[in-house]
């Protein structure tokens, strides 16, 4: 599903060049949950980034469905992004100024779906995640374990192939923590939804197909677990 | 997307506001600069009915009130003038000379109704002197005042507004009150006050003995050695005559500059006042993009192209406006429904749809180089920046 090939990211200044991944080969399967665990600043999210295609690699292939990704112009990378990619974040990333129903519809104003297909839709999402009453809410009424739960339903009402999730527990509770786990592992195993979740917790990880691990830009172990 | 965009600027609707006051009051600006400006352009556009080109003025003034003594000099002076080879054509005139600062008006009455008009007491030869045409009758002659008969020349305008649909010629208007005055003659425009001057009405009757000032038609040869020597010669007919010649096309001039400067005055003042509104939506479209970097990183994340990024914020900002002019046209479409001003309605949709556009484009102008600096941002700067 995901094919890293040699993968580099270096950030240059002025005067500093920074390593901030080297040299990753990575192969995740189609309907594999994989979790990325590391330090802090050791390159998870930039890798995230990268597969997600917010951020482009310094050298290296990337190919995600057999198609590889560096020829594709922005309108082509944003239509992938949109129709193929679903993404949570540890800070939600909700628009503040617009109702749960609204901020779940985003993806899809970006596609030429109709505004009642678009509600029915995200209506939809948001049962699933289990927030059909709080469609009308704005971001700031709700807790944090409801926001990443908008923020889930938000990732996946385009019915995305993969979910690329960076620390979508790490702003809660073990509680709420597991009950967005739960909402993971149930849309990767009902819908053969691939995902790629970066974390800090080794529990979490555990719960996961497969936890790679990165030290300092680097691949440095893969684990895989039978769940 | 309209939609969401309306969602979205109705929550902000406070920090909105302000920009929308700014806009309201630009558009009102632009209305009032725009209306000014159609309205001297139509005006400049509208044709004059006169020619300046080598018609001089001479300012004569005999001292005396006399009207035997007056009517002496009147002929001294004619004979005079037609001796010179130079002068091909010469009319007399009185003070309200085109292009000068005097003005005559009286009122008309025709059938009960009553305009303000003009009024010019001028020679046979005036047309010949400044070129003019008539569109209907004939200009006056010596044979037209026989047995007491007052014949006028008319504008168009002033046959519009005092006579209506009748045919002008022949009819019989009553000046002040009780003089009968018959049109023999209608002439399309005589827009004599400046290039900018709105048409209007006026007419022409025969000049008496009282009105001495001469307009002059001149040849190509005529200089200014011949100036000074015309000067000369008719200040020899008499030393106690006061004596002054002016180019007409120099005192039109004059007049356009006293219409211009104000104007251009206003266009700066405005312009600057236009220019500092565009600069603060500038600045408050760069904060407000700053400030929703976040909303930007996400919007790519889930699938917005650079260009919908843009359109976006150009599109929100374009709203934003739409509400200012919205405001701004229900006051600047009360002027023209409720006549305030006595200018065809016209003007004021022309005013009205050039601020519309100026504004748009301003805006436009404004939102386009900070939405373009929102669509560069990358998605993956944008969100770490949240």
Known sequence: MIQLTSIEKVYRTDTVETLALNNISLHIDKGEFLSIMGPSGCGKSTLLNIMGLLDEPTTGQLSIGHQEIKQFNDRTISRFRNQKIGFIFQSYHLINDLPVLDNVELPLLYRNVSGKERRRLAAE????VGLSNRMQHYPSQLSGGQKQRVAIARAIVGQPEIILADEPTGNLDSTMGNEIMEILEQLNRADQTTIVMVTHDENMARRTHRLVRLFDGSLVSSNTFVN | ????????????????????????????ILFAVWSLSVYTYRNYATPAGLSTERVWTVFLNYNTDQDSVLRINNELVTRHVQSIREIKSFSFAANNLPFSFSSS???????????????????????AVLGMSLSAGQWFSAADTVGGRRPVVITRHLARDLLGAEEPIGQQISLDGDEKRTVVGVVDYFRHKSSFQEDDNCFFEPAGSADYNLLLQVGTGANAEFEAQLAHSLQQLNPDWTIEIQHLDQMKDTQNQLVLIPILILFVVCGFLVFNVGLGLFGVLFQNISRRKGEIGIRRAVGATKMQVMGYFIGETLVIASFGIGLGFFFAIQIPL??????????????ILLAVLSIYLITIGCAFYPSRQAAAIYPATALHEE
């Open chain 1, 125 to 128: 999402a948001l049962e699933k």
């Open chain 2, 1 to 28: 997307m309209l939609q969401h965009i309306f969602k979205l600027i109705w929550k902000k609707k406070r920090s909105n506001f302000l920009m929308m006051l700014e806009i309201f009051v630009s558009f009102l």
């Open chain 2, 105 to 127: 008006n009286r009122e008309l009455e025709f059938k009960g109704k009553k305009v303000l008009s003009e009024i010019m007491l001028v020679g046979e030869d005036y047309p």
């Open chain 2, 338 to 351: 409720l006549h305030v001003l006595d200018v065809e309605a016209s003007i004021y949709v022309w005013g």
